[in-house]
């Protein structure tokens, strides 16, 4: 499968202040990446598709201009939290989108906390 | 909204089979099947896929029936560190929309 990495794993942040998560596609060219979030004993939520080049595409419900996606390259893909609150504080996920139907590598995840 | 249901929750002995049931009545011909599993703060793991025949990798069974509307992912001998929530996701399109999953619990 392919090998993801995601920076950092874990983030204390003030409110108010923004926090930008990485997503790596290390020895794939992905040119779709796939964002979710996680909250407490809940299970994973799709939030939005970033595509290589493009806008990324968001679920209904996911605020775009609170959640900024940038894929500026087929090996990157970040996900910035804009001005955020207590409510923000998750567990996001990212993963590449392989293009075949073989099974998605995950991100080891990025615990974010807002205080 | 996933295409799924599972059970929410269910327990295993360690070194025993662990049998995890998935209904996926809605499935279309073209549609896969997936495993995944997550244990506690860490991104899910892919475990087996199948479109209509079994599968079996090193990891786990997977054991689909004729008619593609359950199928079943056998763990043959369960250790304690498979402890974990799994999740049977049916593909749309080229996302992985989750469900709620069946949080495994192996006993020693």
């Known amino acids: 499968g392919a090998v993801v990495s995601q920076h950092p794993s874990w983030v204390i942040c003030k409110s108010g202040t923004s926090v930008k998560i990485e997503c790596r596609s290390l020895?794939?060219?992905?040119?779709?990446m796939f964002w979710y979030r996680q909250f407490p004993k809940q299970s994973l939520m799709l939030m939005a598709t970033?595509?290589?080049?493009?806008?990324?595409?968001?679920e209904q419900g996911v605020e775009k201009d609170k959640f900024l996606i940038n894929h500026a390259s087929l090996t990157l893909s970040t996900l910035t939290v804009t001005s955020a609150h207590p409510e923000d504080s998750s567990f996001y996920i990212c993963?590449?989108?392989?293009?075949?139907?073989?099974?998605?590598?995950f991100g080891s995840g990025t615990r974010l906390t807002v205080v | 909204d996933a295409k799924t249901t599972q059970p929410p929750s269910m327990d295993c002995a360690e070194g025993r089979a662990a049998n995890l049931p998935c209904n996926h009545s809605?499935?279309?011909?073209?549609?896969?099947v997936y495993w995944y599993r997550q244990i506690h703060s860490q991104g899910p793991q892919y475990i087996i896929h199948?479109?209509?025949n079994n599968e079996t990798n090193e990891m786990a069974s997977l054991i689909i029936t004729e008619d593609r509307k359950s199928s079943t992912l056998i763990l043959p001998h369960a250790t304690l560190r498979d402890t974990a929530v799994y999740y049977c996701i049916v593909r749309e399109r080229n996302d992985m929309r989750f469900g709620a999953g069946t949080r495994l619990t192996v006993k020693p």
């Open positions: 993963t590449p989108d392989r293009g075949d139907s073989g099974g998605y590598t």
């Open positions: 809605t499935i279309s011909g073209n549609e896969y």
């Open positions: 199948g479109l209509k």
């Open positions: 020895d794939f060219q992905a040119t779709t």
């Open positions: 970033s595509n290589e080049g493009s806008k990324a595409t968001y």
